[in-house]
């Protein structure tokens, strides 16, 4: 199995590739995705693979490609979208949340987008303040877009397949830093797919649940792990696809737990992690609390270019261990 | 009445002990500082006690008589205890004065000083715990799970409730004359009060048959060291349940201080009344004047209780009380 311990890069790429063995509907296009390979290596060999006719090298105009695979999309086709850094889909906001997200219901359902958009986001490469920011209420606030957020090879595998199917417009956001690391579960062999807006129980325990999007899931898998010697056991839940949001287990595991904490990179203010929270103070779960709600997120801050500050911008290992603990301990 | 008026001097009552009174009814006179004002009842009800003089110089907010609504006559009379203490407290206040609209039902938490964990809220409230007298070991004083699990009844409450094992054990038919049929089912204890309110109402709406009023009005009995309150939750089933679940958590909170809402002490079509406190597993339920039926839920082991239906054979059969329990049970 060990060869099946895939990047998400890797996954990706093989999601990709399947896809266009599947559907000759199927292509890419983005800056750098062909010769290069992709900024961060994800098409890989692919135009070497299929050719220049299904991985289009585009100009350096974000608007422009979009427009094109929304056109595409509504010509028949199924592309997928590289930008480069989701940073740069503001060139784009137009084709994403005015056109791509609207024409099914501005043409009374006659048409439909089915494309994905890929790309990058996150901090932690030193690319400072217009290179690494997380904008994925952005899109969640834009109904007529599936946002997707995964975490790991195997979900970003599955979901992207599902994303590609779908007749939807699907924002699919990869942090930069989950690129090069393998997951902690082998990918699947074959064309397997995840459902879109179903959220993944990652593990069970008794004392917290932990919700966490993207790489925050696994920092905070890393804290669950290092609490669990010690006797704390957490439930971790990542929602994997935050438009639309399944918040069922969520519910569950609070009844439960008594004790939640939400996790996610972007800054505080306005961001998703705060729907989480607001869904469960509404719902008859809130009932269940036996603590305060605890919320880690970025500061609200630009991502700075030094690493140390880039690093104490957002929540990091250390952090979410302290919070875990303090919540367990001092409510009881 | 002026904004500014802190005293009215009392004229006169018009009412006596024991009257019943509609509401509107002028109850007694009072003098402001610009014209002299007739009170009226702010519901229907009994003369109670009158607790100020003619002639009185009294403060805005303190009682001058004090009023039971009907079933609040006959909870009273459940007790040995006499004490004179009302839920309604008819005042020299404003709120009564008729320009201004009788206070409505809201959750409120009235003893606002107090901080408690939602749970710990739900849990105190399901068990006749006031929870101004826990002790407050979580951060800033607030009040957590293991407060209240650590928590004793209120001794007064206590006292109350041991005089009222010994009345209901004796199985007192309040009722006279009414032909009734009691049912028992064991049920597991996995809801609080605002869920079973809403099943139960839920249950009813759905035989209008048996309906002798237009809504569903649940009266659930609360305890406290004031006496029984009954406040009144109308139409529980079409309610959001979280809001529901906090309100009855307030309601209750507030009816351990003798303030339920003059709004939610009239309009009972049925009555709730939780023994598990009592470590009681089940009692007749006690048919209230104008009401068709009632529950009571008692302790059978901690995963179980019993709740048990008396029915007005005058409405409906045999048949007819083992079908309402049986949707009940299959409900929660």
Known sequence: MSDRMLTMAEAVREAMSIAFDERPEVFLLGEDVGIYGGAFGVSGDMYHRYGAERVLDTPIAELGIVGAAVGAALSGMRPIVEIQFSDFTAQAMDQIANQAAKIHFMLGGALHVPMVLRTPQGSGTGAAAQHSQNLEPWFASVPGLKVVVPSNPADAKGLLLAAIDDPNPVIFLEHKLLYKIPGRDPVLEGSTRIPLGVSKVVREGKDLTIVATGIMVNKSWEVCEKLAAEGISITLIDPRTISPLD?????????KTGRLMVVQEGPAQAGFINEVIAQLAGSSSFGSLIAPIKRLAGMNIPIPYAPQLEKAAVPQFDDIEAAAREIVKNWR | MSMTMETGELINFHVAVGDHVKNGDVLFEVMTDKIDMEVEAPADGVIEALVANPGDVVEIGKPVLIMLTETEVMAFDFGTDNEPVAAVEVVAAPVVAPVVPVVVAAPVILN??????PKARVEAANRGIDLR???????DRTIMMEDVNGAQLDPAIAKRQAANKALIAK????TRGVAQAS????????????????????VLRNRPDLAVHQHVGVALIIESKYGSALPVFRDPDQANLAELTILVASITEAAKSGKVPVAMLSGATTTVFDLTSYSMSSATPLLFPNQVTSVTIGYESATTKIVSLTIDLNFCDFYDGALLLDALVASL
């Open chain 2, 171 to 174: 199985g007192i038919e309040m």
């Open chain 2, 112 to 117: 606002e000083t107090v901080k408690a964990v």
């Open chain 2, 133 to 139: 007298t826990v002790r407050a070991t979580g951060p």
């Open chain 2, 183 to 202: 049912f028992t089912r064991s049920v597991k204890a996995n809801f609080d009060h605002a869920t079973f309110i809403a099943a139960w109402a839920k």
């Open chain 1, 247 to 255: 918040m069922n287990p969520v519910f569950e595991s609070v009844e």
